[in-house]
Nanobody
Framework: VQLQASGGGLVQAGNSLTLSCVVS????????MGWFRQTPGKEREFVAA????????YYGDSVKGRFTISRDNTKNTVYLQMSSLKPEDTAVYYC????????????????????WGQGTQVTVSS
């Protein structure tokens, strides 16, 4: 299984950006997916997660109401739509696969994720 994240870049505060993560393999639709972010010297922070079949989502408090996770199981892709971006959203963003097949409950627990993308840098200028 390989995850390829893309869509990062430099954006001004208040603007929007959408990240994508393409997952190789035939079983993408069997697993929940999540997004995390990390800045230098800090632990990886949970951003958002979605159930394997879509529908159920879970967000970190710092992004709730501004970010939206979605997935297209026909394209093996999970998205993170980020709006009203703030300088504190600056980080490397990682997509990850929830190891719990067919779990109905998206998780924020980093240890529940078994495969990770390489990360994509998002920089928000003030």
């Amino acid at each position: 299984v390989q995850l390829q994240a893309s869509g990062g870049g430099l954006v001004q505060a208040g603007n929007s950006l959408t990240l994508s993560c393409v997952v190789s393999g035939r079983t993408f639709s069997d697993y929940g997916m999540g997004w995390f972010r990390q800045t230098p010297g800090k632990e990886r922070e949970f951003v958002a997660a979605m159930r394997w079949s879509g529908g159920s989502t879970y967000y970190g408090d710092s992004v709730k109401g501004r970010f939206t996770i979605s997935r297209d199981n026909t394209k093996n892709t999970v998205y993170l739509q980020m709006s009203s971006l703030k300088p504190e959203d600056t980080a490397v963003y990682y997509c990850a696969r929830d190891s719990r097949r067919y779990s109905n409950y998206p998780t924020h627990i980093l240890g529940e994720y078994d495969y990770w993308g390489q990360g994509t840098q998002v920089t928000v200028s003030s």
